[in-house]
C-alpha cells in the first residue's frame, strides 16, 4: 500500500478494517506529532525566550544561566525529535514524555512569577496581579495535554507494560496491535484532547489572556475580554462533548478548529518582531492535531469492521 493511501482510509475513503493499517496510521501520527512538538519547542530554545525565564526561576536557576542552557535544551530536544523519526527506542520516548510533562508541570510550579522588561533587559518579578498570573499557569499545564499525552499512548502500543529491562534501549518494534489496546487508546485520545480543549477554554472565561484578543484582532474580528470568554465556554463545552460524544462530525471540527486558533501565533506576531518564526508555535502543538486524526483513523477502523462483522454474520 502506498503511503498516501495509509492516510485516505478513515478520512476521505473507506478504512479497510484491518488492525495492521490501523496499527500503521496510529504509530505514524503519534510519532511525528511527537517530533514535531520537540522540533517546535526545541526552535524556541534554540532562538531563545523571554517567556521561558519564569520557569527557569522557579527552580532558582539564575536568568544569565538561563539564557545560556535554553539553547542547549532546544538543540537536545530537536536531537531527540531526530532520532525518535530515524531510529526509535523506548528509552528516547520515555524522556521525551517525561520532558513534556515537567515542562508542562512548570507552568503551576512557577507559581505567581512573571517577566518584565527594563532598559531593554528581562527580569522576573512576583506578579503584580497576584491571583491572574498562578491561574493562567494552572490552565496551561492541562492545555499542553496534547505535549506528553502522544509520547505516553506511543509507548501504550510499544508495549511498555510488558518490556524487559533491555528493551528499553532495544530497537523500538511494536507488537501486534489489539482491540484491546485500540479501546486504551482511543479512550486516552478523547481524554487528552478533552483535557487540552479545556485547558486552553481556560485561558478565555476564566483568565481573559490579552493574547487571544491579540490574536482574533489580527484577523480583523474586532475581539474583546466578553469575546474570548465567550469563545471560551464555547471550548469548554466542545471539551466536555468530545469526551462523552467523540463522532466524526466533532472531531473534524476539533482537527480545523486547533490549527486554526493554533495558526493565529503567525499574523498576531505574538513573539513580538518574529513574524513567520510563529510558525513554530503552530508546529509546537502538533499533537493537538494529531490526536483528533488519531480518534478518526480508529472510528473509521471501527465503523469498517462492524461493518465486515454484519456482512459475514449475513452471509452465515
Not at 496534547?146 to 523500538?172: C, E, H, Q, S, T
Not at 479501546?183 to 490579552?210: C, P, S
Request: aromatic share 16%.
Amino acid at each position: 500500500m502506498h503511503t498516501l493511501d495509509y492516510w485516505k482510509k478513515g478520512l476521505i475513503a473507506p478504512h479497510n478494517g484491518d488492525l495492521n493499517t490501523l496499527q500503521t496510521q496510529l504509530h505514524w501520527t503519534l510519532r511525528v506529532s511527537v517530533a514535531l512538538c520537540f522540533i517546535g519547542h526545541g526552535t524556541w530554545g534554540l532562538i531563545t525566550k523571554a517567556g521561558w525565564l519564569p520557569f527557569f526561576a522557579s527552580q532558582g536557576i539564575p536568568l544569565d544561566v538561563a539564557w545560556i542552557l535554553q539553547p542547549l535544551i532546544g538543540a537536545f530536544d530537536i536531537a531527540m525529535a531526530a532520532l525518535l523519526l530515524w531510529k526509535p527506542r523506548r528509552i528516547i520516548l520515555f524522556w521525551m514524555f517525561l520532558w513534556a510533562l515537567w515542562t508542562a508541570a512548570l507552568r503551576p510550579l512557577a507559581g505567581n512569577l512573571e517577566k518584565f522588561q527594563e532598559n531593554g533587559e528581562w527580569f522576573v518579578r512576583l506578579a503584580t496581579d497576584s491571583m491572574r498570573v498562578p491561574k493562567m499557569q494552572t490552565w496551561e499545564f492541562w492545555e499542553r495535554a496534547g505535549n506528553w499525552g502522544p509520547p505516553l499512548m506511543l509507548l501504550i502500543l510499544g508495549g511498555v507494560f510488558a518490556m524487559r529491562w533491555k528493551d528499553w534501549l532495544a530497537p523500538y518494534v511494536e507488537p501486534r496491535l489489539k482491540e484491546s489496546t485500540v479501546d486504551t487508546i482511543f479512550f486516552m485520545l478523547r481524554t487528552t484532547l478533552a483535557l487540552l480543549l479545556i485547558g486552553h477554554a481556560g485561558f478565555g472565561f476564566a483568565v481573559e489572556k490579552q493574547m487571544l484578543i491579540d490574536h482574533w484582532q489580527s484577523i480583523g474580528v474586532p475581539a474583546d475580554v466578553s469575546f474570548i470568554r465567550a469563545i471560551g465556554w464555547g471550548e469548554l463545552a466542545l471539551g466536555l462533548l468530545v469526551f462523552c460524544l467523540p463522532i466524526r462530525p466533532i472531531l473534524w471540527f476539533c482537527l480545523v478548529w486547533k490549527f486554526f486558533t493554533e495558526f493565529l501565533y503567525v499574523p498576531a506576531d505574538t513573539v513580538s518582531g518574529m513574524g513567520w518564526v510563529n510558525i513554530f508555535e503552530t508546529i509546537e502543538r502538533w499533537g493537538d492535531y494529531g490526536i483528533p486524526l488519531a480518534m478518526l483513523f480508529i472510528l473509521g477502523y471501527r465503523s469498517a469492521a462492524a461493518l465486515s462483522g454484519e456482512k459475514k454474520s449475513a452471509e452465515s
